[in-house]
């Protein structure tokens, strides 16, 4: 079954550096999506993405925030200038197309650590 | 908006015994309900969905939900659970129209005792 591949699984930044968030995801999906979970939070929406551009954004999703389709394939996540508290598990979704029938598939998330 | 409240942050049960974790949920619109399942090191899988019609949903690994509009809920039930269920649960909400946006609870940690 097609997955969601997200890259990598665990990186460790110092604050104030600049990271990016790589995801891969199911070939023929239409609509992107970035969450991420705080350690012992709730899942948090951040971002969705549709043809080339942002169609959501959360509070959360400020102007150190960006997200970037740059090939056709990948579906990218920067933060500009991290902070303690961006430390988190950031989880890429995607699905086909906008019918409710089709669900969000996740990726296993990329754990994000900030010291 | 949309928001979810899971009141349960931890559930532990004994394997063979039934299980329900709570959701409550509030909108001021019309919602589509789901249940995701996270295991250890894991994305999320959807479980289940409430999309409209029966109010009992049955989904993967013999789980199944209840839709009560009145009371706002959508619990997840299992008759029987097993060692395998013992995983994060989330509850989730996306608004009918207007938005493609899927509103998460906090979830709620099963663990399944032997």
């Known amino acids: 079954e097609p997955e969601v591949t997200q890259t990598p699984s665990h990186q460790v930044t110092q604050m104030g550096q600049e990271v990016i968030l790589r995801c891969v995801p199911i070939s023929n999906h239409l609509y992107f999506y970035w969450y991420r979970q705080i350690l012992g939070q709730k899942v948090e929406f951040l971002v969705s993405?549709?043809?080339?551009?942002?169609?959501?954004k959360s509070e959360i999703f400020d102007d150190q925030f960006s997200v970037e389709r740059p090939d056709g394939s990948n579906f990218t996540l920067k933060i500009r200038s991290t902070k303690l508290e961006d430390s988190a598990m950031y989880f890429c979704?995607?699905?086909?197309?906008?019918?409710?029938?089709?669900?969000?598939?996740f990726g296993n998330g990329t754990r994000l650590t900030v010291t | 908006a949309q928001s979810v409240t899971q009141l349960d942050s931890q559930v532990p049960v004994f394997e063979e015994a039934p299980v329900e974790l709570r959701c409550n949920y509030s909108s001021s619109v019309s919602v589509y309900l789901f249940w995701y399942v996270q295991y250890p090191n894991q994305g999320l899988q959807l479980l289940l969905k409430y999309l409209s019609g029966s109010t009992l949903v049955k989904g993967i690994n013999g789980f199944e939900a209840e839709f009560n509009k009145s009371q706002t809920s959508f619990h997840l039930r299992k008759p029987s659970v097993h060692i395998s269920d013992t995983a994060e649960y989330f509850c989730?909400?996306?608004?009918?129209?207007?938005?493609?946006?899927?509103?998460f609870g906090t979830g709620t940690r099963l663990k399944v005792l032997a």
């Open positions: 993405f549709y043809n080339n551009e942002i169609s959501e």
């Open positions: 989730a909400v996306r608004a009918t129209s207007g938005t493609y946006k899927y509103i």
């Open positions: 979704a995607s699905r086909a197309g906008t019918g409710i029938n089709s669900p969000l598939h």
